[in-house]
């Protein structure tokens, strides 16, 4: 699994830096990887209100939130949002990423998108102020709850601290690494026991990428789950998107990747192949099942849909082979 922090401090040795870093390297003492997104360092522009996701469900504004964030937020399965209190809410430079994320509410609340990830997917806040009064995180509370709700993630809570000023002041604090790392195992252990299943197909733009689509959607409290391709095309197919919304299934901001990658921090324990050849993955002590399914690529919607069709019934039979 994943989990994307979004640092929002400009302070770089400061306090939720510090925080941040206690939060995610006890993550990864339980086998996750993690990824830290200083959004202070990236190049975002503010929404400008274009209103385009509200129509077309895309954003037209070229920066890195489009190329890094969005598919980072679709990827991660916690989301942690870390920012010290800048008048009662997070930083600007934080708010402005969570103003872009209109796009991810336009899908789910315009356009009637499910997120294949978001029965899954949590939210944590980690946030410090200097002052010390009772309304202090209630506007970033109100922020956070209805970014995590727009991204597809259920809000867990979070830490917060008070009376955290000087630079150094969050590492001063006596019980913050035990709160950390008991928040983290609580967080995390939902999580634990699902069984890793790699979907590999050629490009990773079709087959593959609707198979590990389904199979998160329908039991991601079961599977951990990966795709890759061994050719990996440069986008995926307009297409298989096409034909996964009309089943109200969301597949935007994904790519396709090498196995290679996909398989890079987390060994599979079963992997599934449908037609990556002679290049399907070899990984020790993975079970591999092949599904012999055709390539949709180059051939007709119809065709592409009753791929769909075919890989989705497959999906159920494999989830209640597992159960
Ligand atoms: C522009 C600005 C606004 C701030 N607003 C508040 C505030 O409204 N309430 C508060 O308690 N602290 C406020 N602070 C103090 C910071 O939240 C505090 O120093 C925090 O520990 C900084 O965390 P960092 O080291 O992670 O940047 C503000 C600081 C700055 C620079």
């Not at 959607?217 to 297409?239: M, Q, R």
Request: aromatic fraction near 8%.
């Amino acid at each position: 699994m994943l989990i994307l922090g979004l640092q929002g401090s400009p302070r770089k040795k400061g306090n939720t830096n510090f925080l941040l870093s206690t939060f995610m390297t006890a993550a990864e003492k339980f086998g996750a990887r993690t990824h830290v997104i200083d959004v202070t360092q990236k190049e975002i522009i503010p929404c400008k209100e274009y209103t385009v996701c509200e129509k077309k469900g895309y954003c037209p504004i070229e920066d890195d939130v489009k190329d890094e964030i969005y598919p980072l937020l679709r990827e991660a399965e916690l989301v942690v949002v870390a920012t010290p209190i800048f008048f009662y809410n997070m930083t600007a430079q934080l708010k402005a990423v969570v103003d872009r994320c209109q796009m991810f509410w336009a899908r789910k609340y315009k356009l009637k998108l499910k997120d294949p990830g978001a029965n899954m997917r949590r939210g944590f806040l980690l946030a410090v102020g200097a002052t010390k009064g009772k309304n202090l995180f209630e506007g970033l509370n109100l922020t956070t709850q209805y970014f995590f709700d727009a991204i597809g993630a259920k809000f867990e809570d979070g830490l917060t601290y008070r009376g955290i000023e000087g630079p150094k002041d969050m590492a001063r604090h006596p019980k913050v690494i035990e709160e950390v790392e008991q928040a983290v195992e609580r967080l995390l252990t939902p999580f634990q026991g699902r069984k890793k299943v790699l979907f590999a197909c050629r490009e990773n733009a079709c087959r593959s990428q609707m198979a590990s689509a389904f199979a998160q959607f329908l039991a991601g409290d079961k599977l951990d789950v990966a795709n890759g391709g061994s050719e990996p095309a440069e986008k995926i197919n307009p297409d298989m998107v096409t034909v996964m919304h009309e089943k109200g299934i969301d597949m935007g901001s994904r790519s396709p990747r090498s196995i290679e990658e996909a398989i890079s921090n987390d060994a599979p324990e079963l992997i599934i192949t449908m037609g990556c050849g002679e290049q399907c993955p070899l990984v020790p002590g993975a079970k591999i099942t092949d599904w012999d399914l055709p390539d949709p690529a180059g051939k007709s919607i119809e065709y592409m849909r009753d791929v769909r069709d075919e890989i989705e019934k497959k999906v159920v039979d494999l989830i209640n082979e597992i159960k």
